[in-house]
């Protein structure tokens, strides 16, 4: 890098998982959004991955957890340290030549929630911060052509929220979002396992179940899986051996929510798009996109075909990072506090 030049980058700031795209190269950070802090003096001692490992194993003397909840900013200052380290792990430290970052927020983000994302993006090293939603960006990623005149439809089901918008000619014709995603799976799994089994598990472990077993549809081949936790009546260690189909029945409440959310937004899309939509299919997006199925039920449930986009985790980086490549062409879907002093690039 030149003294003179500036890598500006594309941030998908998730609630599980952070993803930076630098302007020229890719994605070259994912992360876990993930931070241990030293009780009392607040020293950070661990971040991303290492921290993760840390998730329910972590000596009293430290408190790991995510600075991000549903989606949105819930620890200014341990969000603004996470940034930092990353922003300096991608681009290095920069007095003068700082980064510009285009930032993807959930559909429906307050202003509040907008601001809040600017100043930890700003008080970790960035130059100037730009928002886009992150369907509007998961949208650019998978490579749907956002300003044709027909109509399009993503649906980006991330860690803390599912985002659905529908967009054509490059603006946003409808949006909605819900604060139910990955997290809330996991949680479900987690509940589903103490009242059915009587075995209280971690999020950690049901995470690691719902990735390995998870299925919208129960099987027709069930694997059989072993559940370790603790026994809710004696508390001692205890081990099940079950079939995977728990695990889809777990499911189907956050997934009934999502779906309702869904038809609720085509409800109100103009038929003409709904036409459009109906022809071209619901593109499925973020990390809890890839559960076994979730394409075939989503479809079913709504008459409307779907498909898995290409790498659907990383689609919101790729699309932050995109509308860095031509800034002026993506403006109208950019959020900016200081509209008019940005666009020299």
């Known amino acids: 890098m030149g003294l003179f030049s500036s890598s500006d980058i594309g941030v998908d700031l998730g609630t599980a998982y952070s993803l930076i795209y630098v302007r020229g190269k890719g994605i070259v950070l994912r992360q876990p959004s993930v931070v241990a802090v030293e009780r009392g003096s607040g020293k950070m001692t661990a971040l991303g991955e290492k921290a993760k ?62 601001r809040a994302v600017i100043e930890a993006s700003e008080g970790a090293g960035a130059r100037y911060t730009y928002l886009v939603e992150e369907p509007m960006a998961a949208a650019i990623g998978a490579g749907i052509d956002i300003f044709s005149p027909k109509g399009a439809m993503v649906l980006d089901i991330g860690a803390g929220t599912s985002n659905m918008l529908v967009t054509s000619l490059g603006k946003l014709v409808k949006s909605s979002s819900i604060k139910v995603g990955g997290d809330k799976f996991d949680a479900a799994i987690v509940r589903y396992f103490k009242r059915q089994h009587g075995i209280v598990i971690g999020q950690t472990a049901a995470e690691d179940l719902k990735c390995r077993f998870g299925s919208a549809y129960p099987r027709k081949d069930e694997i059989l899986m072993d559940v370790k936790g603790r026994s809710l009546g004696g508390g001692l260690p205890l081990a099940l051996q079950l079939g995977s189909n728990e695990i889809t029945y777990a499911l189907s409440e956050p997934l009934r929510s999502i779906v309702e959310e869904l038809k609720d937004a085509l409800e109100q899309t103009p038929a003409e798009l709904c036409g459009d939509i109906t022809e071209s299919g619901i593109c499925l997006t973020g990390g809890s996109a890839q559960l076994y199925g979730l394409d075939k039920f989503i479809s079913e449930q709504t008459g409307v075909p779907c498909y898995v986009a290409e790498d659907p985790a990383s689609c919101v980086a790729i699309g932050a990072g995109r509308v860095l490549e031509d800034v002026k062409l993506y403006r109208n879907v950019l959020y900016d506090y200081r509209r008019g002093d940005y666009y020299e690039a």
């Not at 909840?69 to 340290?81: C, H, K, M, S, Y």
């Open 53 to 114: 490992e840390m998730l329910g194993r972590a000596p009293e003397d430290q408190l790991v957890f995510r600075p991000l909840q549903d989606g949105v900013i819930a620890n200014l200052d341990a969000t603004e340290r996470m940034l930092s380290t990353f922003f300096q792990e991608v681009v290095g430290s920069r007095i003068f030549f700082k980064p510009r970052a285009v930032i993807a927020v959930p559909s429906r983000a307050t202003e509040v929630e907008k």
